[in-house]
């Protein structure tokens, strides 16, 4: 279990700017944050569960949870005192997944990948200061590593992450990198070195790795995507066991085939 984020006695600079604008609406913008502190894996959270996760007081998440639950983004489970995901927000997610084309075209080419290497590939986008999966194939020799679609993974120590930093506008990179220094307090020196790192990377080889970084017994690289007109900068990773996974072979073996994928997949969507 990944132990909880470090509080920061600074606000993020994402909410210090949203402060700043008269146009922000911060009550929505708090009930949202609410909404995206399920992952997946989480059945139920609790008001305390929330309060922590997006670093609210709890009497606040108390009024949005009630708030969310009468509209139908929550469900209350009284037995356990607890909070599940309501039929709005499902219907929510389903609607924006069932319009992301890039899944579909994405799919076939991620499948070849995944059985090639014996890993799972995963297609990801950005959720605040994490990468969560859209699309994700996996060899019937991948081991170990258990995610699906709706698994989120941090942004600073995977390679999906890291690659997700490295196709973004500058502009949207030093914002990001802003968020990342509230969010990690003392941490943060060593999480920057190791990103710079890896943007370097990046332009040198084409890919982003972590090895052993996110989890010690997992290995991965990943390519970001630009996919064009409508939706967002993404990136797809290949990963799995390190004893599976060497450096090695995913670096000389894997990564031609994922940059060819990632190009190929942008080539398709320009079509479209």
């Known amino acids: 279990m990944r132990p909880s984020p470090r509080r920061s006695k600074r606000p993020p600079a994402r909410k210090a700017r ?3 604008d008269r146009h922000f609406v911060t009550a929505l913008a708090r009930g949202l944050e609410v909404l995206a502190s399920f992952r997946a894996g989480d059945s139920m959270l609790s008001n305390g569960d929330i309060a922590g996760r997006c670093r609210l007081p709890k009497s606040t998440v108390s009024r949005l949870t009630y708030t969310l639950t009468r509209l139908g983004y929550l469900q209350y489970v009284e037995e356990h005192g607890k909070y599940r995901l309501g039929s709005a927000a499902l219907a929510v997610g389903t ?3 069932s319009r992301m084309n890039i899944r579909q075209v ?3 080419m991620m499948q070849e990948l995944a059985d090639f290497a014996g890993a799972v590939v995963a297609l990801g986008v950005r959720v605040q200061l994490g990468i969560i999966y859209v699309e994700v194939c996996r060899s019937q020799a991948a081991l170990t590593l258990i995610l699906d679609v709706g698994s989120r993974v941090p942004l600073a120590t995977t390679a999906i992450g890291r690659s997700y930093l490295a196709v973004i506008s500058e502009e949207e990179r030093e914002q990001t990198m ?3 220094r509230a969010a990690e307090g003392s941490g943060w020196p060593k999480i920057r070195d190791a990103i710079d790192a890896a943007l370097l990377e990046y332009r040198r080889i084409g890919c982003c790795s972590s090895f052993g970084e996110w989890q010690p017994e997992v290995n991965g690289i990943a390519v970001g995507i630009r996919p ?3 939706l967002p900068p993404m990136a797809i990773n ?3 066991a390190a004893f599976n996974l060497p450096p090695a072979f995913l670096l000389e073996k894997v990564r031609p085939r994922l940059i060819a994928l ?3 997949l942008e080539a ?3 079509q479209e």
Do not use: F
Request: aromatic share 0%; proline share 8%.
């Open 18 to 20: 949203a402060a700043a």
């Open 95 to 97: 609607a924006m997944l």
């Open 106 to 108: 994405a799919r076939p």
């Open 178 to 180: 802003s968020e990342l």
């Open 228 to 230: 064009g007109p409508g």
């Open 238 to 240: 290949c990963g799995g």
């Open 262 to 264: 990632v190009r190929r």
């Open 268 to 270: 398709s969507l320009r």
